[in-house]
Nanobody
Framework: QVQLVESGGGLVQAGGSLRLSCAAS????????MGWYRQAPGKQRELVAT???????NDADSVKGRFTISRDNAKNTVYLQMNSLKPEDTGVYYC??????????????WGQGTQVTVSS
């Protein structure tokens, strides 16, 4: 089993910054892609940003130039630096990791989510 634990959410004013972290642990052989998704009230979960093991990133258009995803492969940890936050960034942010377990079985695991609230 692979567990993901997120941290760093909170309440911030528009224009402010937050940094989210997500650490993966458990029976991990290899993590290929890690990413952040978010879900606003009454809406579907959407992609925020992903990053491959080699560092290739994919960002949603709505966050380009404001959010930066990064990862530390040695720590199985992914980060999301969020700057110039807007009220529409409010939601529950979920971390995802895709890879292989120590038994070489594929996995796709999700964190429990962390609330981000941006006030206007």
């Amino acid at each position: 089993q692979v567990q993901l634990v997120e941290s760093g959410g909170g309440l911030v004013q528009a224009g402010g910054s937050l940094r989210l972290s997500c650490a993966a642990s458990g029976s991990i052989y290899y993590i290929s892609t890690m990413g952040w998704y978010r879900q606003a009230p009454g809406k579907q979960r959407e992609l925020v940003a992903t990053i491959t093991r080699g560092g290739t990133t994919n960002d949603a258009d709505s966050v380009k130039g404001r959010f930066t995803i990064s990862r530390d492969n040695a720590k199985n940890t992914v980060y999301l630096q969020m700057n110039s936050l807007k009220p529409e960034d409010t939601g529950v942010y979920y971390c995802n990791a895709v890879g292989l377990t120590a038994l070489r079985a594929p996995f796709s695991s999700w964190g429990q989510g962390t609330q981000v609230t941006v006030s206007s």
